[in-house]
């Protein structure tokens, strides 16, 4: 498929759950529903379409704004330029002492990878966890459901590279959350 008709599909998917939401919003029929009452005629036409052009445009500006603020957010990431590093430092101290040093790197990002498949679990709320290793670093990496189709065909010992959030850091144990696929070899933002 064309790189442009691909680029409106996913505008088309990111429209339409904005717009539904303005068209059927109960603020504007319940304003149409008064304004045919108290003025006992129905809705014109024109009146009608107007509400549609409005309620289109807004939602344009809408699916925009979310996706202008993930792209902020996506520049906006702190990254960790070695975990290794990170558990090394942390393994010099008892697990209190390192439990509230690692809490400075919490909300960081990391890329791991190239890293192994271990096992993959869907959560009940419809996230997927995976368990992975790098070298002699341990994760567990929590997926939302929109990466549902590409996780649930990995296989054990398969190698891939993901980016992640640091949720926690636990001996050589690093919890992910906000975790995202990336090709093998990609090189971190």
């Known amino acids: 498929m064309a790189p442009a008709v691909s680029d409106f599909f996913r505008f088309l998917r ?3 759950p904005e717009w539904i939401v303005l068209l059927t919003g109960g603020t504007i029929f319940a304003a149409l529903s008064i304004w045919g009452l108290v003025g006992k005629n129905a809705i014109s036409k024109p009146l009608s379409w107007g509400v549609v052009a409005a309620t289109f445009v807004m939602a344009c500006f809408r699916a ?3 996706a202008d603020r993930a792209r902020a957010e996506r520049a906006e990431r702190v990254f960790i330029d070695s975990p290794k590093a990170v558990v090394e430092a942390l393994a010099k101290h008892t697990s209190v002492v390192a439990e509230h040093l690692s809490n ?5 990002w990391i ?3 190239p890293a192994e498949v271990h096992n993959v679990r869907r959560l009940g709320s419809g996230r997927i966890q995976v368990f992975l290793t790098s070298g002699e670093i341990e994760y567990s990496a929590f997926f939302s459901r929109r ?7 990995l296989e054990l010992h398969e190698v891939v590279s993901i980016l992640g959030q640091i949720e926690s850091i636990s ?18 933002p």
């Open 104 to 108: 400075d790197y919490v909300g960081q």
């Open 147 to 153: 990466w549902k189709d590409r996780l649930m065909y």
């Open 64 to 66: 925009w704004r979310t």
């Open 111 to 113: 890329k791991v990878g």
């Open 14 to 16: 990111a429209l339409w």
């Open 171 to 188: 001996d050589n144990i690093i919890t992910l959350a906000n975790c995202e696929f990336q090709p093998v070899g990609a090189v971190t």
